[in-house]
T-cell receptor, first 116, second 114 residues
Framework: EAQVTQNPRYLITVTGKKLTVTCSQN?????MSWYRQDPGLGLRQIYY???????DKGDVPEGYKVSRKEKRNFPLILESPSPNQTSLYFC???????????????FGQGTRLTVV | GQQVMQIPQYQHVQEGEDFTTYCNSS?????IQWYKQRPGGHPVFLIQ?????EVKKQKRLTFQFGEAKKNSSLHITATQTTDVGTYFC??????????????FGQGTILTVHP
């Protein structure tokens, strides 16, 4: 079954304690991205990756890090979480065509993060 | 940078009424996608439009892509309670400054009263 798997689904942590949210896809997709969802703001892109070892900043990258060492995995790292990073996070993957068109995005189930 | 505005933010309808959400981009798009997110769920892909002026239908849902490829709409005919959720548009900039990046609108939250 084609899927994007995120872990954990829920996480409560304290300010400053480093954490990693994992994301894995089994569709051999080139393009992967992280979004955060906040009420009234839609889905804002944090980071994206075009392929292995290629990552770039999205709209709200401050306070986040990513890596793409393998095609299937794209972890999101919060080195020193702060309360304003409390949000719902989604990982997504899609096939990126040679024409430059990004196709249907498959989303993970989401990670609800609370930083206290 | 590219901005995608979506209106309305909220829409409450009686079951059986029609519903439309609109999406406008500050830049020309290479394509636009629509997603639905059920309460407590994750966004699920509905459709992708690529051609100028394109119209596609999925049962009671009609999707349009503007002639200038800067706006789009989703229309639902005769809403049902199963249509409840948030509808997002997502546009890919044709300019190529952010290669492959999808910019999402703020979403329209649809409530359907039985």
């Amino acid at each position: 079954e084609a899927q994007v798997t995120q872990n954990p689904r829920y996480l409560i942590t304290v300010t400053g304690k480093k954490l990693t949210v994992t994301c894995s896809q089994n569709m051999n997709h080139e393009y992967m991205s992280w979004y955060r969802q906040d009420p009234g703001l839609g889905l804002r892109q944090i980071y994206y990756s075009m392929n292995v070892e290629v990552t770039d900043k999205g709209d709200v990258p401050e306070g986040y890090k990513v890596s793409r060492k393998e095609k299937r995995n794209f972890p999101l790292i919060l080195e020193s979480p702060s309360p304003n990073q409390t949000s719902l996070y989604f990982c997504a993957s899609s096939k990126f065509l040679k024409t430059g068109v990004n196709t249907e995005a498959f989303f993970g189930q989401g990670t609800r993060l609370t930083v206290v | 940078g590219q901005q995608v505005m979506q209106i309305p933010q909220y829409q409450h309808v009686q079951e059986g009424e029609d519903f439309t959400t609109y999406c406008n981009s500050s830049t020309t798009l290479s394509n636009i996608q629509w997603y639905k997110q059920r309460p407590g769920g994750h966004p699920v892909f509905l459709i992708q439009l690529v051609k100028s002026g394109e119209v596609k239908k999925q049962k009671r849902l009609t999707f349009q892509f503007g002639e200038a490829k800067k706006n789009s709409s989703l229309h639902i005919t005769a809403t049902q309670t199963t249509d409840v959720g948030t509808y997002f548009c997502a546009g890919q900039d044709a300019g190529g400054t952010s290669y492959g990046k999808l910019t999402f609108g703020q979403g329209t939250i649809l409530t359907v009263h039985p």
